[in-house]
């Protein structure tokens, strides 16, 4: 299985509508959401994967982006307590921070009994073996972050999935990526408890208020796709041909990335007719410009049906 890590940026919840119907089946992805917004931002996400009859992980305690003060994170907790009740979509994940006690823990197992749960630990805290005896047999799966010794765990957690959460993108200035870069080992390799990671993003939470591109130089699109010699995944990456900082507009610049990945696939056939690469091509035939919100969503829309198809 494969577990990407989300913050429930606009983006990522369009790429999850998205593909939700091509996880597989079973479920071969099961995405991580970490929200940083309201709770109204998830309705479309948990709709879709409730009738696609597929689940996620969703943290219950978020605290970042516009979560972080005590009355939103109260009227976030409000608005979700029926979605959370949907066990045959949510699975209830707690994110452990350094601070988090192991009553808040137990608490934790105790409101969410008999249901199929999940830690997140990115940072020092709960040590392995004090971690060990809350569990009491809980149906838990734990994600251990890229600054937290994973195989501490795996000899602490004897018979619990703990599956590393990897950054394996690198994240360069658009004009500096390679042709390709590796992402990871053959998916089917890290059974039987799966992987995880950030998927094709900066493993960072994302900025509050509005961002940043309107000035952007080079554009960068990042299609994944599985090498047929090695069943590795890498990642191709598509540069615009005008790299000038604020012209010509993005969305023609887009239009330039887009286009050499076109003329990759009529050469190779590597990347995966996915809803992703479909839309992507389709913005080149009919000239449509679009942004780099709505590229991210197709790019990650294809990371995800590849990963999915490659399991």
């Known amino acids: 299985m494969y577990f990407p890590y989300l913050y429930g940026k606009q983006s990522e919840r369009f790429a999850l509508i998205d593909v939700v119907g091509h996880l597989g089946a079973p479920q071969k992805v099961v995405p991580i959401l970490e929200p940083y917004s309201p709770a109204r931002d998830l309705t479309k996400v948990l709709d879709a994967f409730a009738a696609a009859s597929a689940q996620l992980h969703l943290v219950v305690n978020p605290t970042r982006g516009g979560l972080q003060t005590p009355d939103d994170q109260a009227a976030w907790a409000a608005a979700m307590a029926t979605p959370l009740a949907q066990s045959s979509v949510i699975i209830p994940t707690l994110h452990v921070f350094a601070a988090t006690t192991a009553a808040e823990i137990t608490s934790f197992f105790t409101i969410y009994a008999g249901r199929q749960v999940g830690l997140v630990i990115l940072a020092e805290g709960v040590a392995p073996t004090a971690l060990a005896p809350l569990l009491h047999g809980a149906q838990v799966r734990v994600f251990i972050g890229p600054r937290v010794a994973p195989t501490d765990y795996q000899a602490a957690l004897t018979g619990v999935p703990v599956i590393p959460l990897a950054p394996r993108f690198t994240v360069l200035r658009n004009a500096d990526y390679p042709a390709v870069s590796p992402f990871s080992l053959d998916p089917a390799s890290y059974r039987p408890d799966g992987f995880g990671?950030?998927?094709?993003?900066?493993?960072?939470?994302?900025?509050?208020?509005?961002?940043?591109?309107?000035?952007?130089?080079?554009?960068?699109?990042?299609?994944?796709?599985?090498?047929?010699?090695?069943?590795?995944?890498?990642?191709?990456?598509?540069?615009?041909?005008?790299?000038?900082?604020?012209?010509?507009?993005?969305?023609?610049?887009?239009?330039?990335?887009?286009?050499?990945?076109?003329?990759?696939?009529?050469?190779?056939?590597?990347?995966?007719?996915?809803?992703?690469?479909?839309?992507?091509?389709?913005?080149?035939?009919?000239?449509?410009?679009?942004?780099?919100?709505?590229?991210k969503r197709q790019q990650l829309s294809h990371h995800l049906f590849t990963v999915a198809a490659a399991l």
């Open 197 to 295: 990671d950030f998927m094709i993003l900066d493993p960072k939470p994302p900025r509050v208020g509005p961002g940043g591109g309107n000035g952007a130089g080079a554009v960068a699109v990042h299609m994944t796709y599985q090498d047929t010699t090695t069943s590795e995944l890498r990642v191709q990456h598509f540069l615009s041909d005008d790299r000038t900082a604020g012209a010509p507009p993005i969305g023609v610049k887009l239009l330039q990335a887009i286009a050499h990945l076109d003329a990759e696939q009529a050469a190779s056939g590597r990347f995966l007719p996915s809803p992703g690469f479909a839309a992507l091509h389709q913005l080149r035939v009919d000239g449509h410009e679009t942004n780099l919100a709505k590229s």
